[in-house]
């Protein structure tokens, strides 16, 4: 017994040992991200360079326009969402696969922020859930985003203040739900509930899922039974 329990020991001391230098690896691969997203804003970018406390992902925070209105406007220094994070992948769809091509996914620094902090209190309640997927948001500068940029296109997403997201799955796989049955309507419900409570200005949810919320907010619209779509207010002056 004795020289099992001094195995077990010794196996946890060298388990120790490896963890440590694998967690130090860890935080010298992080460092170099985290430092490069310090670096000076580059001569284009008049705008503020900041980053927020999470390194990851690393996005150029600037003070953002979000110009006209969402279905005929425009965005000026938007801020372009990661391919991916800890709490999020992005969806295509048009290609129908991951990631969203980058174009296509532009929004005031705003909009980054709101959609990023539900993100990640939504995953903080449901550690067990799949990353969210958000879609199309808007392109680099805004305006139209109709069929000639593919599909069905946009009639909004022109000024940075819509973004598309998509409803968990029941299975968990990260891609779009190609049917209604496949939503996890718990977890739309609770996504949905988290995105008016950050104060949404609207939100068009399927027709065929049974989801709902604040009577003026939230309402129902084709084509929206794989993807919510969240539209944020035009911020103060
Ligand atoms: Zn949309």
């Not at 927020?52 to 965005?75: F, H, T, V």
């Not at 980058?102 to 859930?129: K, Q, Y």
């Amino acid at each position: 017994m004795r020289r099992r329990s001094l195995l077990a020991t010794i196996a946890l001391a060298v388990a120790v040992l490896v963890a440590v230098p694998a967690a130090d690896t860890q935080r010298g691969q992080a460092a170099p991200r985290a430092t490069a997203t310090f670096a000076p804003a580059p001569p284009e970018d008049d705008g503020q360079f900041a980053v927020e406390g999470d390194p990851d992902p690393p996005i150029a925070y600037r003070a953002s326009k979000a110009l006209g209105m969402p279905w005929n406007g425009r965005l000026q220094r938007g801020v372009q969402l990661p391919s991916e994070g800890r709490d999020f992948f992005t969806w295509d769809p048009i290609l129908k696969r991951t990631p969203d091509r980058g174009w296509r996914r532009w929004g005031t620094d705003s909009l980054v922020r709101t959609l990023l902090s539900v993100l990640r209190e939504f995953r903080a309640a449901h550690p067990e859930a799949a990353r969210v997927g958000v879609g199309d948001i808007a392109r680099e500068h805004g305006g139209h985003f109709g069929r000639e940029f593919g599909g069905l296109g946009h009639a909004s997403h022109q000024n940075g203040l819509d973004v598309d997201v998509y409803y968990p799955r029941f299975d968990g796989l990260e891609r779009r739900a190609q049917t209604p049955d496949l939503v996890d309507e718990y977890l739309a419900q609770d996504l949905v509930n988290r995105f008016v409570a950050a104060g949404a200005a609207h939100i068009y949810v399927g027709p065929h899922l049974d989801l709902h919320g604040r009577r003026g907010v939230v309402s129902k619209l084709v084509y929206h039974d794989d993807h919510l779509h969240v539209r944020l207010p035009q911020p103060p002056e």
